[in-house]
Protein backbone atom coordinates (compact mmCIF):
# COMPACT_ATOMS: atom_id res chain seq x y z
CA UNK A 1 0.00 0.00 0.00
CA UNK A 2 1.12 3.44 -0.61
CA UNK A 3 0.69 4.19 2.67
CA UNK A 4 3.11 1.77 3.94
CA UNK A 5 5.94 3.17 1.65
CA UNK A 6 8.91 4.09 3.34
CA UNK A 7 10.33 8.27 3.76
CA UNK A 8 13.12 8.50 1.22
CA UNK A 9 13.34 12.52 1.53
CA UNK A 10 13.19 14.80 3.75
CA UNK A 11 12.65 18.93 2.85
CA UNK A 12 13.27 21.24 5.61
CA UNK A 13 12.73 24.77 6.38
CA UNK A 14 15.46 26.69 7.60
CA UNK A 15 14.62 29.74 9.58
CA UNK A 16 13.66 29.12 13.15
CA UNK A 17 13.92 25.09 12.18
CA UNK A 18 16.96 24.59 11.74
CA UNK A 19 18.53 27.39 13.17
CA UNK A 20 17.02 29.94 15.76
CA UNK A 21 16.56 33.20 13.12
CA UNK A 22 14.35 34.89 15.94
CA UNK A 23 17.09 34.43 18.63
CA UNK A 24 19.86 35.30 16.47
CA UNK A 25 17.65 38.64 15.62
CA UNK A 26 17.01 39.47 19.07
CA UNK A 27 20.95 39.48 20.10
CA UNK A 28 21.42 41.25 17.23
CA UNK A 29 18.96 44.19 17.82
CA UNK A 30 20.56 43.96 21.34
CA UNK A 31 23.50 45.28 19.54
CA UNK A 32 21.90 47.86 17.82
CA UNK A 33 20.71 49.44 21.20
CA UNK A 34 24.40 49.12 22.84
CA UNK A 35 25.37 51.08 19.35
CA UNK A 36 22.32 53.86 19.72
CA UNK A 37 23.08 54.08 23.63
CA UNK A 38 27.36 55.14 22.17
CA UNK A 39 25.77 58.22 20.75
CA UNK A 40 23.73 61.17 20.00
CA UNK A 41 20.23 59.18 20.00
CA UNK A 42 18.18 59.52 23.38
CA UNK A 43 17.74 56.81 25.45
CA UNK A 44 14.57 57.16 25.50
CA UNK A 45 14.01 56.94 22.00
CA UNK A 46 16.32 54.04 21.25
CA UNK A 47 13.21 50.91 22.06
CA UNK A 48 11.28 52.97 19.58
CA UNK A 49 13.95 53.23 17.52
CA UNK A 50 14.35 49.25 17.01
CA UNK A 51 10.29 48.56 16.96
CA UNK A 52 9.96 50.42 14.30
CA UNK A 53 12.57 48.75 12.51
CA UNK A 54 11.51 45.65 13.31
CA UNK A 55 7.92 46.54 12.22
CA UNK A 56 9.21 47.83 8.42
CA UNK A 57 11.35 44.34 8.72
CA UNK A 58 8.23 42.33 9.07
CA UNK A 59 5.84 44.09 6.48
CA UNK A 60 8.65 44.32 4.44
CA UNK A 61 8.24 43.62 0.39
CA UNK A 62 11.30 43.81 -2.04
CA UNK A 63 11.03 43.65 -5.60
CA UNK A 64 14.75 43.16 -6.84
CA UNK A 65 13.99 44.35 -10.26
CA UNK A 66 13.39 47.84 -9.01
CA UNK A 67 17.05 48.08 -8.92
CA UNK A 68 17.74 48.33 -5.04
CA UNK A 69 19.23 45.44 -3.24
CA UNK A 70 17.80 44.21 0.21
CA UNK A 71 21.04 46.28 2.03
CA UNK A 72 19.49 49.70 0.33
CA UNK A 73 15.88 48.78 1.37
CA UNK A 74 17.18 47.61 5.01
CA UNK A 75 19.34 50.63 5.25
CA UNK A 76 16.18 52.62 4.55
CA UNK A 77 14.17 51.16 7.15
CA UNK A 78 16.60 51.88 9.64
CA UNK A 79 17.08 55.32 8.25
CA UNK A 80 13.26 56.16 8.59
CA UNK A 81 13.01 54.15 12.22
CA UNK A 82 15.33 56.87 13.18
CA UNK A 83 13.87 59.65 11.90
CA UNK A 84 10.24 58.44 12.76
CA UNK A 85 11.12 58.09 16.53
CA UNK A 86 12.88 61.38 16.59
CA UNK A 87 11.19 63.65 14.44
CA UNK A 88 14.41 64.78 12.50
CA UNK A 89 16.72 63.51 9.84
CA UNK A 90 19.25 61.30 10.93
CA UNK A 91 22.71 61.05 9.63
CA UNK A 92 22.66 58.42 6.80
CA UNK A 93 25.81 57.39 8.09
CA UNK A 94 23.97 55.94 11.62
CA UNK A 95 21.29 54.48 9.49
CA UNK A 96 23.99 52.32 7.56
CA UNK A 97 25.95 51.85 10.96
CA UNK A 98 22.48 50.13 12.54
CA UNK A 99 22.05 48.12 9.45
CA UNK A 100 25.42 46.60 9.43
CA UNK A 101 25.76 45.75 13.30
CA UNK A 102 22.41 44.26 12.79
CA UNK A 103 23.26 42.15 9.60
CA UNK A 104 26.87 41.27 10.69
CA UNK A 105 25.77 40.44 14.60
CA UNK A 106 22.67 38.06 12.95
CA UNK A 107 25.13 36.22 10.97
CA UNK A 108 27.48 35.85 13.10
CA UNK A 109 25.02 34.70 15.77
CA UNK A 110 23.26 32.33 13.73
CA UNK A 111 24.56 28.63 13.86
CA UNK A 112 23.06 24.79 13.33
CA UNK A 113 23.48 23.67 17.25
CA UNK A 114 25.92 20.62 17.41
CA UNK A 115 23.43 18.61 17.95
CA UNK A 116 21.60 19.70 15.04
CA UNK A 117 24.21 19.58 12.77
CA UNK A 118 24.64 15.38 13.78
CA UNK A 119 20.91 15.04 13.43
CA UNK A 120 21.10 16.20 9.89
CA UNK A 121 24.56 14.03 8.99
CA UNK A 122 22.72 10.84 10.71
CA UNK A 123 19.76 11.69 8.15
CA UNK A 124 21.79 12.04 5.47
CA UNK A 125 22.79 8.72 5.46
CA UNK A 126 18.79 7.11 5.21
CA UNK A 127 16.92 10.27 3.10
CA UNK A 128 17.78 12.63 0.55
CA UNK A 129 17.55 16.18 2.30
CA UNK A 130 16.23 19.26 0.87
CA UNK A 131 16.53 22.95 2.59
CA UNK A 132 13.90 24.71 1.34
CA UNK A 133 13.67 28.50 2.33
CA UNK A 134 11.41 31.35 1.74
CA UNK A 135 13.17 34.85 1.62
CA UNK A 136 15.02 36.96 -0.93
CA UNK A 137 18.31 35.31 -2.54
CA UNK A 138 20.71 37.51 -1.02
CA UNK A 139 19.53 37.55 2.57
CA UNK A 140 19.42 33.65 2.42
CA UNK A 141 22.38 32.88 0.86
CA UNK A 142 23.88 34.94 3.21
CA UNK A 143 22.67 32.89 6.12
CA UNK A 144 23.16 29.46 4.30
CA UNK A 145 26.98 30.29 3.78
CA UNK A 146 27.42 31.51 7.63
CA UNK A 147 25.97 28.35 9.22
CA UNK A 148 27.78 26.21 6.61
CA UNK A 149 24.82 23.68 5.94
CA UNK A 150 25.43 23.39 2.10
CA UNK A 151 27.03 20.03 2.30
CA UNK A 152 24.32 18.36 4.59
CA UNK A 153 21.08 18.58 1.31
CA UNK A 154 21.19 17.01 -1.77
CA UNK A 155 20.24 20.97 -3.08
CA UNK A 156 18.97 24.19 -1.14
CA UNK A 157 16.35 25.81 -2.58
CA UNK A 158 15.68 29.48 -1.97
CA UNK A 159 12.62 30.57 -2.67
CA UNK A 160 13.82 34.32 -4.46
CA UNK A 161 16.05 32.51 -6.89
CA UNK A 162 11.83 30.88 -8.08
CA UNK A 163 8.71 32.56 -9.75
CA UNK A 164 7.18 31.49 -6.96
CA UNK A 165 7.68 30.51 -3.30
CA UNK A 166 6.54 28.25 -0.35
CA UNK A 167 3.70 27.68 -0.09
CA UNK A 168 3.40 27.80 -3.85
CA UNK A 169 2.56 23.91 -5.67
CA UNK A 170 5.66 24.99 -8.27
CA UNK A 171 8.50 25.16 -5.96
CA UNK A 172 7.73 21.72 -4.51
CA UNK A 173 7.24 20.18 -7.62
CA UNK A 174 10.99 21.73 -8.50
CA UNK A 175 12.19 20.31 -5.28
CA UNK A 176 10.39 17.14 -5.92
CA UNK A 177 11.71 16.74 -9.50
CA UNK A 178 15.69 17.97 -8.09
CA UNK A 179 15.13 14.73 -5.56
CA UNK A 180 13.72 12.39 -8.13
CA UNK A 181 11.16 11.28 -5.92
CA UNK A 182 7.25 11.37 -5.80
CA UNK A 183 5.93 13.57 -2.78
CA UNK A 184 3.87 10.70 -1.74
CA UNK A 185 7.87 9.91 -0.42
CA UNK A 186 8.59 12.95 0.93
CA UNK A 187 8.07 14.32 4.30
CA UNK A 188 7.96 18.45 4.99
CA UNK A 189 9.59 20.21 8.11
CA UNK A 190 8.64 23.83 9.50
CA UNK A 191 7.92 26.10 11.88
CA UNK A 192 5.45 27.72 9.63
CA UNK A 193 1.87 26.63 9.11
CA UNK A 194 0.58 29.11 6.26
CA UNK A 195 4.40 28.30 4.40
CA UNK A 196 5.45 25.13 5.24
CA UNK A 197 2.81 23.12 6.30
CA UNK A 198 -0.07 24.42 4.10
CA UNK A 199 3.12 24.12 1.21
CA UNK A 200 3.42 20.40 2.25
CA UNK A 201 -0.15 19.53 1.96
CA UNK A 202 -1.00 21.18 -1.07
CA UNK A 203 2.38 19.33 -2.99
CA UNK A 204 0.85 16.15 -1.45
CA UNK A 205 3.58 15.24 1.21
CA UNK A 206 3.13 11.99 2.56
CA UNK A 207 3.26 13.87 6.44
CA UNK A 208 3.77 17.52 7.75
CA UNK A 209 6.01 17.97 10.96
CA UNK A 210 5.63 21.05 12.47
CA UNK A 211 8.32 22.78 15.17
CA UNK A 212 6.34 24.75 17.12
CA UNK A 213 9.40 25.71 19.74
CA UNK A 214 7.15 28.35 21.94
CA UNK A 215 3.87 26.08 22.10
CA UNK A 216 1.58 28.24 19.73
CA UNK A 217 -1.72 27.13 19.25
CA UNK A 218 -3.08 26.50 15.58
CA UNK A 219 -5.01 29.30 15.06
CA UNK A 220 -8.65 28.91 13.64
CA UNK A 221 -8.79 28.31 9.98
CA UNK A 222 -5.87 27.29 9.79
CA UNK A 223 -4.41 23.69 7.89
CA UNK A 224 -3.51 21.27 10.49
CA UNK A 225 0.15 19.50 10.83
CA UNK A 226 0.66 15.67 10.79
CA UNK A 227 2.70 15.65 13.48
CA UNK A 228 3.59 18.90 15.93
CA UNK A 229 7.02 18.47 17.70
CA UNK A 230 8.67 21.38 19.75
CA UNK A 231 12.05 20.87 18.05
CA UNK A 232 13.79 19.10 14.70
CA UNK A 233 15.47 16.82 17.20
CA UNK A 234 12.31 15.07 18.04
CA UNK A 235 12.19 14.29 14.32
CA UNK A 236 13.50 11.14 14.83
CA UNK A 237 10.77 9.99 16.75
CA UNK A 238 8.30 11.43 13.99
CA UNK A 239 9.79 9.17 11.54
CA UNK A 240 10.31 5.67 13.52
CA UNK A 241 6.11 6.24 13.75
CA UNK A 242 6.09 6.40 9.98
CA UNK A 243 8.06 3.53 9.21
MG1 LIG B 1 10.77 29.15 9.19
New binding site residues.
Given amino acids: MMENQRVLAIIF ?5 LVDTAGAGRVAIQKVCDLLNSTQVQESHIANICELFLQKLLHESFDPSEGRTIDDVRIRHWYEALQEARGTDPDPALASSCYYTWKNTRLQVLDLSPEVRTLLEELQEKYKLLLLTNGDSQTQWEKIKAVRCEGLFSEVVVGGDHPEQKPALSIFTYCFEHLGVQPRDCIMV ?3 LS ?2 IQGGINAGVKATVWINSDSRCIPPGSVTPDYTVPSVLNLMDVLAELS
Fill in positions: DLDNTGDSKD
